[in-house]
Nanobody, 115 residues
Framework: QVHLVESGGGLVQPGGSLRLSCAAS????????MGWYRQAPGKQRELVAS???????NYADSVKGRFSIYRDNAKNIMALQMNSLKPEDTATYYC?????????WGQGTQVTVSS
């Protein structure tokens, strides 16, 4: 079993920055992918960014050049640096860890971009 805890959400003005963190604990395999998903009201959950255990990132087109994903395998921590935030980035952000065929999810953290 894996437990994921997110932190760092909040309210920010357009053009601002936020940093989300996810701490993982439990039975974590060496081969896995960690990522951030988001879900806005009335919309489907979508991938924002992911990173493999050896550090290869993947970004949704909508966030390329603005968001950066990081992970520290020794500490089982993943972070998402979000810059140049837009109102359309407003959503609940979820930490995800996928290993074998199992997906684990955090409880979500709200990000609101508004003036």
């Amino acid at each position: 079993q894996v437990h994921l805890v997110e932190s760092g959400g909040g309210l920010v003005q357009p053009g601002g920055s936020l940093r989300l963190s996810c701490a993982a604990s439990g039975s974590i395999f060496m081969i896995n992918v960690m990522g951030w998903y988001r879900q806005a009201p009335g919309k489907q959950r979508e991938l924002v960014a992911s990173v493999t255990a050896d550090g290869i990132p993947n970004y949704a087109d909508s966030v390329k050049g603005r968001f950066s994903i990081y992970r520290d395998n020794a500490k089982n921590i993943m972070a998402l640096q979000m810059n140049s935030l837009k109102p359309e980035d407003t959503a609940t952000y979820y930490c995800n860890l996928r290993q074998s065929i199992v997906n684990y999810w955090g409880q979500g953290t709200q990000v609101t971009v508004s003036s």
